[in-house]
């Protein structure tokens, strides 16, 4: 989703389509083989509030479909992630494997893991022109198409505990420096500015990611992307680096950051219980705090914005970053038989009334067309609308620097992102990294 219009916006142009685009064993029977004769196998990601939609979703193809049945396996985020990486690598991955898109579903095509998936949308294009257009950028290499979009659009906000502002006496902030200023003011409450579960460090780059977007706009990034020799070395990298450091030395996240994980959402309950004031974070985490904050979200406790401007900064304010979407790909080792099932299920359940309701009542922008009614008389309206006038109003909707990129990139990209917010390496030392992978 990028700025034009929400619903009709072009799949892929180039490297701003591509941009435009964030624990247990598997079952033993999930191989590449996909179970036993008849049915499919399918990972996907475990927690509230998006499992039982996922969960709901599978149980309600196999009622419809009981001889072709879907079994699937749930995993923490993390843990998928290496999970799904050493299983596809070892030739044991599932018939239907959900993924991000972009530079990890690329790594998957070049290692022939996935199926080319062109010819069936070209064949199903009842089943594409329901999707949002956009959401295909990132499911597209060398322009052909491996993944289905499914889910939800969830850009990156900043959300607000409208309490604290209220007790400490201070409004939301409209600039970066507003920021800057209300740092001492809350932790003069002894209220940590923001809360961040850094341990996980996709959430730490979710900072860099907007510093340097508001401060440069997307073009830094897009060079990176296209593999440009020490694109990294843009001066306003250096200075994006070195306001996120002021900011941790200036006591701007909550004590302790660095040992807090996502996957626990105890980021969330920083936020929802007052000891946070703000939180850069997911859409989805309106979700979360939903479910597990008590009135905080009924109340109208908690606010949310797009990130501001950087004062001076060349990047325009109505950039969003995030994601246009999740997708299913195929494995290319499943049967001919597990190949039709996961199509089936691409066809029929994931585009049906009550998927749209699941994501919808979760607080989730589906990547279905035809949604707006139902966002419209959704108890989440509000922030639904939100969620959708980002998308609409962006110039840019990038997709988060960790999925844009490949995994070794990606890995180096988060490795050395913790380091810079723990203040062990400098934001030089950061460059030189990041130019040492580009293209890897």
């Keep these: 989703m990028k700025r034009r219009d929400f619903l009709t916006l072009s799949a892929g142009t180039g490297t701003a389509a591509a941009l435009a685009a964030c624990g247990s064993s598997g079952p033993s029977n999930s191989g590449g083989s996909g179970g036993a004769a008849g049915a499919a196998s399918y990972w996907a990601l475990s927690g509230q509030p998006s499992e039982p939609i996922r969960r709901a979703a599978i149980d309600r193809f196999n009622k419809a479909n009981p001889s072709t049945q879907i079994t699937g396996t749930y995993f923490a985020n993390d843990a998928y992630k290496q999970k799904i990486k050493t299983a596809l690598g070892a030739g044991e991955g599932p018939s239907i494997i959900f993924n991000w898109g972009g530079g990890g579903l690329k790594t998957y095509v070049e290692a022939g893991h996935?199926?080319?998936?062109?010819?069936?949308?070209?064949?199903?294009?009842?089943?594409?022109?329901?999707?949002?257009?956009?959401?295909?950028?990132?499911?597209?290499?060398?322009?052909?198409?491996?993944?289905?979009?499914?889910?939800?659009?969830?850009?990156?906000?900043?959300?607000?505990?409208?309490?604290?502002?209220?007790?400490?006496?201070?409004?939301?902030?409209?600039?970066?420096?507003?920021?800057?200023?209300?740092?001492?003011?809350?932790?003069a409450k002894g209220i940590a500015p923001f809360s961040l579960a850094g341990q996980s460090r996709w959430?730490?780059?979710?900072?860099?990611?907007?510093?340097?977007?508001?401060?440069?706009?997307?073009?830094?990034?897009?060079?990176?992307?296209?593999?440009?020799?020490?694109?990294?070395?843009?001066?306003?990298?250096?200075?994006?680096?070195?306001?996120?450091?002021?900011?941790?030395?200036?006591?701007?996240?909550?004590?302790?950051?660095?040992?807090?994980?996502?996957?626990?959402?105890?980021?969330?309950?920083?936020?929802?219980?007052?000891?946070?004031?703000?939180?850069?974070?997911?859409?989805?985490?309106?979700?979360?705090?939903?479910?597990?904050?008590?009135?905080?979200?009924?109340?109208?406790?908690?606010?949310?914005?797009?990130?501001?401007?950087?004062?001076?900064?060349?990047?325009?304010?109505?950039?969003?970053?995030?994601?246009?979407?999740?997708?299913?790909?195929?494995?290319?080792?499943?049967?001919?038989?597990?190949?039709?099932?996961?199509?089936?299920?691409?066809?029929?359940?994931?585009l049906e009334d009550e998927e749209i309701k699941g994501w919808v009542g979760a607080g989730y922008v589906p990547v279905l067309k035809g949604s707006e009614t139902q966002l419209s008389t959704s108890p989440n309206a509000d922030f639904l609308k939100f969620v959708y006038d980002t998308a609409v109003n962006a110039k840019l909707f990038a997709q988060s620097w960790d999925q844009a990129l490949s995994p070794t990139a990606s890995e180096t990209l988060l490795d050395n992102i913790a380091k810079l917010f723990q203040l062990q390496i400098s934001p030089q030392q950061w460059v030189d990294a990041m130019n040492g992978v580009i293209g890897k």
């Design 114 to 187: 996935v199926e080319d998936l062109t010819d069936w949308f070209a064949q199903n294009a009842t089943v594409k022109d329901k999707i949002i257009p956009a959401s295909f950028g990132a499911a597209t290499v060398n322009g052909r198409i491996y993944a289905r979009p499914v889910e939800s659009v969830t850009p990156i906000v900043l959300f607000y505990n409208k309490r604290v502002f209220d007790q400490v006496g201070v409004q939301p902030p409209q600039t970066y420096g507003d920021i800057l200023d209300l740092v001492p003011k809350f932790n």
């Design 203 to 350: 959430t730490n780059m979710m900072w860099v990611e907007f510093l340097l977007d508001r401060t440069a706009g997307s073009d830094v990034f897009n060079r990176v992307f296209a593999g440009e020799k020490n694109a990294w070395s843009d001066p306003a990298v250096l200075d994006s680096l070195t306001k996120v450091q002021d900011l941790v030395r200036a006591d701007g996240f909550i004590k302790g950051f660095s040992s807090i994980t996502a996957d626990s959402s105890a980021d969330q309950a920083l936020l929802y219980t007052g000891k946070a004031a703000m939180m850069v974070h997911g859409s989805w985490s309106y979700g979360l705090q939903k479910a597990n904050g008590g009135d905080f979200v009924s109340s109208g406790a908690l606010g949310y914005m797009n990130f501001p401007p950087v004062d001076g900064g060349k990047g325009d304010p109505s950039n969003a970053l995030g994601n246009p979407g999740q997708y299913l790909s195929i494995s290319t080792k499943a049967t001919p038989e597990q190949k039709e099932i996961a199509k089936k299920l691409f066809s029929t359940t994931l």
